[in-house]
């Protein structure tokens, strides 16, 4: 829904967007101290644990150089979900991994590039997810705002671990731009391309919207969605979510959207 925050400057989420801190509030203070390393363990809900993650079966020791640099940024994902930018380190990703320390050097040779790595694979996963959801849809606006929106709420992107890993990265001020120069185009290419559908749905519908104020709408009731998946003791489930998210386009589009999606004809 990509991720970073300095002083009075500006949040990103998700790889996604700009969240100004004029709409940080105190949960989202507190998830960011404890993404940093510097406040408590926030958990996301009941199915995030304080603690390292296990893996049921070790991956076998022969791999491609590809499936095992892939292998130590997922580890690196559930690393930083599980304690933070700061205290993330080599040993704790090669932990999680089941692997040495010195493979995890050979790959990456440093935390930071390590780090760099991991937000460049999250950055090119989010960015591809959303271009996917285009391509299995056809022309219509309705449609392709829908894709956008659910695309947002996959299993496989909108997990516990992503979330807090994204937001790891968000809340480190170190790793602002190490964030510009692995998302900053991409987060432009989204933008542009959510102005461009709801500028041909706002025509269509004779609705004569600011298209920029609505697709800037629909990122923050995204952004605002997941920080509420990571903070409450009870998370919603992903179709509630995506129902929130989808009656704020109703809101915008009223002739084309409810909750449940786009309005069929007829």
């Keep these: 829904m990509t991720p970073v925050p300095q002083g009075?400057?500006?949040f990103v989420l998700a790889g996604p967007?700009?969240?100004t801190d004029s709409r940080v509030n105190h949960r989202f203070a507190a998830v960011l101290a404890a993404a940093s390393g510097i406040g408590p363990t926030i958990r996301l809900g009941p199915r995030v644990t304080d603690t390292l993650p296990t893996t049921a079966q070790r991956p076998p020791r022969t791999m491609s150089r590809e499936a095992r640099r892939i292998q130590l940024m997922e580890s690196t994902i559930e690393t930083l979900a599980a304690r933070g930018f700061s205290r993330t380190t080599l040993t704790e990703v090669a932990k999680a991994a089941g692997l040495s320390h010195g493979l995890v050097l050979f790959h990456f040779e440093t935390k930071e590039k390590l780090l760099s790595e991991t937000l460049a694979y999250l950055a090119d996963e989010y960015h591809q997810n959303w271009q996917d959801a285009l391509a299995r849809v056809g022309d219509d606006p309705a449609e392709q705002l829908n894709a956008m929106l659910e695309a947002d709420f996959l299993p496989t992107i909108c997990t516990p671990a992503r979330l807090a890993a994204w937001c790891a990265f968000?809340?480190?001020a170190q790793s602002r731009p190490?964030?510009?120069q692995a998302c900053a185009q991409k987060d432009d290419a989204y933008k542009d391309k959510l102005e461009e559908?709801?500028?041909r749905l706002s025509d269509a519908g004779g609705y004569g919207r600011n298209v920029v104020h609505v697709a800037r709408?629909?990122?923050i009731s995204t952004e605002g969605?997941?920080?509420?998946m990571m903070t409450l003791a009870e998370p919603y489930a992903l179709d509630e979510a995506l129902a929130t998210v989808r009656t704020c386009a109703a809101l915008c589009f009223p002739d084309h959207f409810d909750a449940t999606g786009p309005k069929r004809p007829g």
Aim: charged share 20%.
């Design 170 to 172: 968000w809340g480190e």
């Design 17 to 19: 967007r700009p969240l």
């Design 225 to 228: 969605v997941w920080l509420d």
């Design 197 to 199: 559908i709801c500028a």
């Design 217 to 219: 709408l629909l990122r």
């Design 8 to 10: 009075a400057g500006v």
């Design 178 to 180: 190490l964030y510009q």
